[in-house]
Nanobody
């Protein structure tokens, strides 16, 4: 399973960005997709996760500002980020909990990361 993320960049505080991530390759089933953030010197942290049934979980720091959505048919996940703050500056990694065959187990797959920089 390969994850291709796009949409990062430089934005001023208060602005918006939209991240996209598409999963491809041998995919039998996707249980959930989402986004994690890893700042320099820090551990990777969950930002938002959306399950295949559409239920979403958000980190407290982004609730009300970020919206995650997905397209199950396309195995694609989006993160609409609004009211961005300098502390949102991070490398955002796309994540998928998927399996490649009926006999396989669900496991985590990661994209290459896309940098979001929010200037003050």
């Amino acid at each position: 399973v390969q994850l291709q993320a796009s949409g990062g960049g430089l934005v001023q505080a208060g602005g918006s960005l939209r991240l996209s991530c598409a999963a491809s390759g041998r995919i039998f089933s996707v249980n959930a997709m989402g986004w994690f953030c890893q700042a320099p010197g820090k551990e990777r942290e969950k930002v938002a996760i959306i399950s295949s049934d559409g239920s979403a979980l958000y980190a407290n720091s982004v609730k009300g500002r970020f919206t995650i959505s997905g397209d199950n048919a396309k195995n694609t996940v989006y993160l609409q980020m609004s009211s961005l703050k300098p502390e949102d500056t991070c490398v955002y990694y796309c994540y998928a909990d998927a399996k490649t065959a009926s006999w396989d187990s669900f496991r985590a797959y990661w994209g290459q990361g896309t940098l979001v920089t929010v200037s003050s």
